[in-house]
């Protein structure tokens, strides 16, 4: 099977082909420490989950996840300040992460 890659991050294999995509439902504050990847590609990671925090607890998140979307929005690609902005300013409760892994 060839392998697919996304037109908008060709250094991205799409979802689903390579990766397992998961989706975690977390209330705030969530106790997720998210890094930068390389700027040339953007987007951001699951650095580290705080000890009983809400992501440690639901038990989906896991270190080096990359997060795809925000409550179905995408951040693929986004700066480390706009990814994080999308999870800020939910009004959805719980947030919706969806994740690869």
Do not use: C, W, Y
């Not at 060839?2 to 995509?21: C, D, E, F, I």
């Not at 439902?25 to 040339?40: H, I, R, T």
């Not at 995408?74 to 690869?100: A, C, M, N, R, W």
């Amino acid at each position: 099977m060839p392998l697919s890659r996304s037109l908008t991050h060709p250094s991205l294999v799409l979802l689903g082909v390579l990766s397992s995509n998961e989706q975690a439902a977390l209330k705030k504050p969530m106790g997720v420490v998210f890094e930068e990847n390389d700027p040339s590609s953007g987007g951001v990671f699951v650095a580290s989950l705080a000890a009983d925090g809400a992501a440690q607890t639901e038990g989906t998140l896991k270190a080096g996840d990359q997060l795809v979307a925000v409550n179905g929005s995408p951040v693929l690609g986004l700066s480390f300040d706009d990814s994080l902005e999308k999870i800020i300013e939910s009004d959805i409760d719980p947030t919706e992460l969806i994740v690869f892994r």
